[in-house]
């Protein structure tokens, strides 16, 4: 157990949990003892309060914050990140401020039930989905990806509204599955109430118009006089909306495409062509005053699209808004409801636009591809369109709104996916995956700064190169950054912990073991995939895949488990293509089944190879490349960040069609010289299997 003197601000009617940010006023404590960046929070609880455990007025759990850095010297107010919990043991000091003996206390993400994290997740889902908390689609993606359990307990305890003293029990309880379940039964109880709070307005007003209909005049009266007064509420409302918009605000800017550079680099390492061509658009559209296209930075999660975006709005000194459309499917999402409809509200361009207090902040529209109707896609042609966008009508604010000043960029994963109306009208800046080389330059240039910074780490930490590349080997495996600067952010977290504690004295040596014991064994799956048997091979799609192939008796049936239809039919082109070359095997009298989701016919046809001539198939090669009937090898779309990935997880040889040679121009010449050019299958089987291959020396089937 690991005890601390701390620093304790009281707070009153609130409840702060880790893994939140805030800002603190007057924060007594701080001020005297400046010396220290950590102090507590801890509730104060008013004596009705009789199921919560208290240490006299105070609540005995409290949360650990690292004080960032001051805000404004004038109004005293603190950038603060909530990180831990603790439970007080005594009060050491009562004034002039509070200090306490605490016990810092360990969350453990492993230790919770399967079965209850599945219904928590759809708790959750359920819930925020009904208070409209976040876009649908997007919102799940983001649960489900999320493994950090803990993390998203206290992120929902801290957003549910539920009274206090159920806060202060959230924060208390220390067994992982009750203390789930117990936040369970709020989030259901909430969605209850909401739902029978529903169910009663519907009810009254059934009961109003059969009353209505029954009493005739008198009612109809009534109620004529009640429809007025709250369409007139929402009248003042919307009034007030339309007046609080920045109507013709201009925010100063600053237009120097030296310094517009400067913090391109400064924040971002590499990327020289895309800053290149962003510096080029900004130049092109100040000097020529076109307000034509829009960028749209597309590229992997995490190569630092919207970082770069913030840094572009940075640099031109404008306010920054980001719009997400994965998962808008109402075209009201962009242009506002109109008035008349039940709790209409503005679209997300004016909402945008009002957070920005300025009629020409830079607005991010982000996962531009995600967007699936037509009717948002043409809505937001609408929005880009300098010959429309001068005098934009939501529906709502039912004003012309001069969008023109606004500068627009968007982001997409992949632009096959984003509408071609509005593909047009884009100009693509693509942000290239990362080499090991360039991720180990980020993480030591920018990555560990920052976190360092954000965790309030101030003792020398040695970081060397070599365990940054073990760190991105071993525990991340991704085309951009953001999986390395999470792991990052766990190691500074525990050594934010082991600070605080004073457990450790003078400078941090990160070595492998220390990564190891903050992140535990790591999981990277494939990497560490010998090809054990034959039928089995590595083939390049998205990523790095492993296909398998297996026969059994039958009557030459093809069984494959994937359900894309190219997939399928270049499975069937594979195993065409051996029936018409190696026409002694009898496939007639075998059932084949392969596993497959991803690869190509290369690598299908290799594994089939391997299962009939029962030949294992190397482990450090990886096939890539359409297959014709014939066997001849044909380009493969994407393959870019597939090779990376390859050549980073240790693959010695990537076979590839010639016909992507366009493909590996800029890459690292450690990965080109991997790198194997093929035209035709025949040559695929010479460099692929163990013990060579002759066409001669067939077993027995
Ligand atoms: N070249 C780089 N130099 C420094 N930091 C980088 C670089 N590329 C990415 N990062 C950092 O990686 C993190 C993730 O980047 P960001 O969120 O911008 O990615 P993204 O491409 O927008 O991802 P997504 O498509 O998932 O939204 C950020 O903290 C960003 O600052």
């Given amino acids: 157990m690991q005890y601390l003197n701390l620093f304790i601000q009281p707070i009153s009617s609130a409840v702060v949990f880790p893994y939140s940010s ?64 603790f439970r007080i043991n005594s009060f050491c000091q009562l004034t002039p401020f509070l200090v306490a003996n605490v016990e810092i206390l360990n969350d453990d993400i492993q230790n919770y039930d399967t079965e209850i994290l599945g219904v928590f997740k ?58 789930i379940s117990t936040l369970i039964q709020y989030l259901n109880h909430k969605m209850i109430q909401y739902t029978t709070n529903n169910e009663l307005e519907q009810k009254l007003k059934q009961e109003l118009i059969s009353e209505m209909q029954n009493n005739g005049d008198n009612l109809i009266n009534q109620t004529q006089q009640i429809v007025p007064q709250i369409q007139e509420l929402e009248l003042d409302y919307q009034k007030q909306y339309v007046e609080s918009l920045p109507w013709g605000i201009l925010h100063p800017e600053t237009v120097s495409i030296s ?30 005053k076109s307000t034509g296209s829009i960028i749209c930075l597309h590229g992997h999660p995490g190569v630092g699209k919207t970082s770069l975006a913030q840094s572009i709005a940075e640099s031109l000194g404008r306010p920054f808004q980001k719009i997400s459309l994965g998962g808008v499917s109402d075209e009201a999402q962009i242009r506002g409801h109109r008035k008349t409809y039940v709790g209409a509200q503005a679209g997300m361009i004016m909402e945008a636009i009002k957070k920005a207090k300025c009629i020409n902040p830079v607005i991010l529209l982000d996962e531009i591809d995600k967007i699936n109707q037509y009717t948002v896609g043409s809505a937001l042609l609408e929005v880009l369109d300098p010959e429309q966008n001068k005098s934009f009508m939501d529906n709502y604010v039912n004003e012309e709104f001069n969008l023109s000043q606004v500068l627009f960029i968007s982001t997409a994963n992949y632009i096959e996916s984003i509408q071609p109306a509005l593909r047009d009208r884009l100009e693509m800046i693509e942000i290239p995956s990362y080499t090991i080389d360039e991720k180990e330059k980020i ?34 495996n991704e085309s951009g950054v953001r999986q390395l600067e999470r792991q990052i952010n766990s190691i500074f977290r525990t050594i934010a912990l082991q600070q605080v504690r004073g457990k450790k004295k003078g400078s941090y040596n ?28 590595k083939g390049l799609n998205d990523g790095m ?39 002694y095997i009898q496939f007639q009298n075998w059932d084949i ?77 450690s990965i080109k010289k991997r790198i194997r050019l093929v035209d035709h299958i025949e040559e695929v089987f010479q460099i692929a299997f163990e013990d060579g291959f002759t066409y001669y020396h067939y077993p027995n089937l």
């Fill in 22 to 85: 805030l800002q603190l006023h007057n924060v007594d404590c701080y001020n005297q003892s400046v010396h220290s960046q950590y102090i507590g929070l801890v509730s104060q609880i008013d004596d009705n309060q009789s199921d919560v455990q208290t240490i006299q007025q105070y609540s005995q759990y409290g949360t650990l914050v690292h004080i960032a850095k001051e805000q404004d010297d004038t109004s005293h107010s603190y950038k603060a990140f909530a990180f831990a919990r």
């Fill in 122 to 179: 759809d708790a959750i889902k359920i819930y925020m989905e009904n208070f409209s908390l976040l876009p649908n689609a997007l919102l799940k993606q983001k649960i489900d990806e999320e493994d950090n359990i803990v993390k998203l307990y206290y992120q929902v305890s801290n957003k549910i509204q539920i009274p206090f003293n159920q806060k202060i029990r959230l924060l208390q309880m220390n067994d992982n599955n009750e203390r």
């Fill in 259 to 288: 310094q517009c550079k400067e913090k391109l680099d400064k924040k971002h390492y590499g990327l020289d062509m895309a800053k290149q061509r962003i510096l080029q658009y900004l130049a092109i559209k100040y000097l020529t």
């Fill in 443 to 476: 993480a030591i240039q920018h990555l560990i700064p920052k976190q360092m910074e954000l965790n309030g780490i101030d003792k020398k930490v040695d970081f060397s190169k070599d365990v940054v590349r073990y760190l991105i080997t071993n525990y991340t």
């Fill in 510 to 537: 990160i070595n492998k073991g220390f990564i190891n014991q903050c992140l535990g064994e790591s999981t990277i799956g494939y990497k560490n995939i010998r090809l054990q048997s034959i039928g089995m091979c």
């Fill in 545 to 583: 895949n492993i296909l398998e192939v297996i026969k059994t008796k039958g009557q030459g049936n093809l069984f494959q488990q994937s359900k894309d239809q190219y997939i399928v039919e270049q499975g069937i082109t594979a195993l065409s293509y051996l029936r018409n070359c190696f026409k």
């Fill in 593 to 669: 089944n392969v596993a497959n989701q991803n690869c190509l016919g290369v690598c299908v046809v290799v594994a089939m190879v391997s299962l009939f001539m029962n030949k294992k198939v190397k482990s450090n090669v990886t096939f890539a490349g359409e297959l014709s009937l014939k066997g001849s090898i044909l380009r493969q779309d994407n393959l870019r960040e597939s090779i990376i990935q390859a050549a980073e997880s240790g693959i010695d040889i990537i076979i590839i069609p010639s016909q992507n040679v366009g493909d590996i121009q800029n890459l690292e010449p």
